[in-house]
């Protein structure tokens, strides 16, 4: 009699994370504003945003954002996990080092 066993293997909770780090480079830092924008950018995403530099933070609640105090010249990690990660992260990255669109 010939038994077969499967086995199921849990993949590592982040391996399919995509991670990256940038630097905020507009003048005021991740104020209200800039927080805003981003939240308008992550709120509308399927997938999973963290942020941070220190503690790493739900990317698309605008206090918690702000709460970073992420300045110019704070590098920050950007964590994203779920559908459509890839263009969530060129997203994120494009608004981050267009200095969420405002003049300097």
């Keep these: 009699m010939l038994v077969v066993i499967s086995q199921t293997e849990t993949p ?7 991670k990256q780090k940038v630097t905020i480079i507009n003048k005021a830092g991740l104020h209200a504003r800039a927080a ?4 308008e950018l992550t709120g509308g995403m399927a997938s999973t945003v963290q942020i941070g ?6 990317g698309k609640s605008i ?8 300045v110019k010249g704070t590098e ?3 964590e ?4 459509g990660e890839d263009q969530a992260m060129i997203s994120i990255v494009a608004l981050i080092n267009n200095r969420f669109d405002e003049a300097e």
């Excluded at 590592?12 to 995509?18: E, F, H, L, R």
């Excluded at 206090?63 to 992420?70: F, G, Q, V």
């Design 12 to 18: 590592a909770a982040d391996q399919s994370m995509i």
């Design 36 to 39: 805003a924008k981003l939240v």
């Design 53 to 58: 530099h220190e503690k790493m933070v739900d």
């Design 63 to 70: 206090l918690s954002l702000m709460m970073l105090a992420a």
């Design 76 to 78: 920050i990690n950007i």
């Design 80 to 83: 994203v996990d779920g559908d």
